[in-house]
């Protein structure tokens, strides 16, 4: 009564309430900087309403999804590429600071989840990437400058019919992995090395219709079972089926056995560099260490994909062979459906991984192809040479292609215009501009038709050389 009396003891009082206050709000004041400086934290910065680290029903996916959009209406947009078959909407948000139309120069780069139903940490995951996107906007600069320079395509699960019957706490198993008619949907796409046969699914059918409405030029495809960046070739012109033979018996349970051997891209070199970007930036996946006795260990936590088992139907094959988009395979943990308390673990994981590897869609070669009027030509094609995968130019004549430091020539060509070669130099720091104009040809090209599944790059081009030219 005494100290309350006296201005004295109200100073007194007042210093001991203050004391008391900070040392209260001492965690929430160290953390503050992590925010700014993204290389460091991997600590999760929580939204005033924060994601909860459980896993979410398609009920709950889908309003998280419509809440984050409709408070970060400049942020995102929220669209759906189709429906499962028991009609759950695919959704996809776009996190970008123009969310809801492409911006002429700015890459459009894409995350998969939950291709397999019961694979759902990728699912949560990328919830929790964009929370962090959103959230982080103002106060994170290098979050601010990828979301400036780059619109983000996240689809949480491609397979919410399958995540609807799996159980939490499976490791292993196969219960919930198909979708609701029993397909594998990473077996289910078109294949470069071998005619796939079986059916095609709504869900995979959306994914295709999508990403060739879209040109991406990275992706990264969320799984679980295993601790390792898988990249293409997924699938070899001479796999050998061995009898009786399994790396693991989880895998034996799900996949034909093959010999391991590996099958490279003309783009090996990158897809190495992409693999290494985000184990190096995972908090244990670098280190290669076996999930149990029987798996394997990856050196440097990455593995060409059919050294570790050839497939048949691939997503990530797909996506590079059919339209240049350079897709690699995240297996993020080793339990397919751990229990939930583990997830803010795999966050902490996982986060600074899945944001410095969309970044790397800013490294190497990017501009233009113009007609002699200055107008962009839809559809040019483009081969790095050496590189026999090529890939084509938006509606609005732009291109991206990841390169490593280097000297590189490019082969242009179009339906009405004279190829022409180029040549251009990739460095470290900073992606290289580079446009390119083409000149009209004297004699009007048909277009070619071919029989394969493949993509119709080549046959154009040699089409292409083989004509008069100014």
């Given at each position: 009564m005494i100290l309350r009396n006296t201005i004295v003891g109200q100073l007194l009082l007042l210093m001991l309430l203050y004391t008391t206050e900070y040392l209260c709000n001492a965690k929430t004041v160290s953390t503050e900087p992590l925010s700014m400086a993204l290389p460091e934290p991997r600590a999760y910065l929580?939204?005033?309403?924060?994601?909860?680290?459980?896993?979410h029903d398609h009920e709950e996916l889908t309003r998280f999804l419509r809440a984050t959009s409709a408070r970060y209406p400049n942020l995102t947009a929220l669209y759906s590429i189709g429906k499962s078959i028991q009609g759950r909407d695919l959704w996809?948000?776009?996190?970008?600071?123009?969310?809801?139309?492409?911006?002429?120069?700015?890459?459009?780069?894409?995350?998969?989840?939950?291709?397999?139903?019961?694979?759902?940490?990728?699912?949560?995951?990328?919830?929790?990437?964009?929370?962090?996107?959103?959230?982080?906007?103002?106060?994170?600069?290098?979050?601010?400058?990828?979301?400036?320079?780059t619109r983000i395509h996240i689809l949480p699960t491609m397979n919410p019919d399958g995540y609807a019957v799996s159980k939490e706490g499976t490791c292993d198993g196969g219960q919930g992995r198909y979708n609701a008619r029993g397909f594998d949907l990473n077996r289910n796409f078109p294949d470069y090395f071998k005619q796939n046969n079986k059916r095609g699914q709504p869900e995979t059918d959306a994914v295709k219709d999508w990403i060739s409405k879209i040109q991406f030029v990275l992706s990264g495809s969320l799984h679980g079972g295993a601790l390792v960046a898988s990249y293409p070739y997924d699938n070899t012109p001479n796999s050998r089926l061995l009898k009786g033979i399994c790396r693991s018996s989880a895998l034996c349970a799900m996949f034909q056995t093959y010999s391991a051997a590996p099958s490279l891209t003309p783009d090996d070199d990158v897809f190495k560099h992409l693999s290494l970007v985000y184990a190096r930036n995972h908090a244990k996946m670098s280190r290669g260490v076996a999930c149990k006795s029987a798996?394997?260990?990856?050196?440097?936590?990455?593995?060409?994909?059919?050294?570790?088992?050839?497939?048949?139907?691939?997503?990530?094959?797909?996506?590079?062979?059919?339209?240049?988009?350079?897709?690699?395979?995240?297996?993020?943990?080793?339990?397919?459906f751990p229990p939930a308390y583990e997830l803010k673990k795999y966050w902490e994981d996982n986060q600074l991984s899945l944001i410095k590897f969309l970044a790397e869609a800013h490294r190497g070669v990017q501009g233009f192809v113009f007609d002699p009027a200055g107008m962009?030509?839809?559809?040019?094609?483009?081969?790095?040479?050496?590189?026999?995968?090529?890939?084509?130019?938006?509606?609005?004549?732009?291109?991206?292609?990841?390169?490593?430091?280097?000297?590189?020539?490019?082969?242009?060509?179009?339906?009405?215009?004279?190829?022409?070669?180029?040549?251009?130099?990739?460095?470290?720091?900073?992606?290289?501009?580079?446009?390119?104009?083409?000149?009209?040809?004297?004699?009007?090209?048909?277009?070619?038709?071919?029989?394969?599944?493949?993509?119709k790059r080549s046959t154009t081009a040699r089409n292409l050389r083989d004509q008069p030219t100014d």
């Open positions: 929580p939204d005033a309403q924060n994601l909860d680290f459980v896993y996809v948000m776009v996190v970008s600071s123009s969310p809801y139309e492409h911006m002429v120069g700015k890459p459009d780069v894409k995350y998969v989840g939950n291709i397999h139903g019961n694979e759902p940490v990728g699912r949560e995951m990328l919830l929790h990437l964009i929370q962090y996107f959103v959230s982080s906007y103002n106060t994170d600069q290098y979050v601010k400058w990828l979301l400036d320079n798996t394997p260990a990856f050196e440097n936590g990455i593995t060409n994909g059919a050294a570790w088992y050839p497939l048949t139907g691939g997503m990530q094959d797909y996506n590079y062979v059919w339209y240049g988009c350079m897709e690699i395979t995240l297996e993020i943990s080793c339990c397919k962009p030509i839809e559809r040019a094609s483009i081969k790095i040479k050496g590189r026999d995968v090529g890939f084509q130019t938006t509606k609005y004549g732009e291109f991206w292609r990841i390169l490593l430091p280097g000297y590189y020539k490019a082969e242009v060509f179009a339906e009405g215009y004279a190829p022409r070669e180029v040549e251009f130099v990739i460095v470290e720091q900073h992606p290289t501009l580079l446009n390119v104009t083409l000149q009209a040809s004297k004699y009007i090209i048909a277009s070619t038709t071919t029989t394969t599944n493949a993509p």
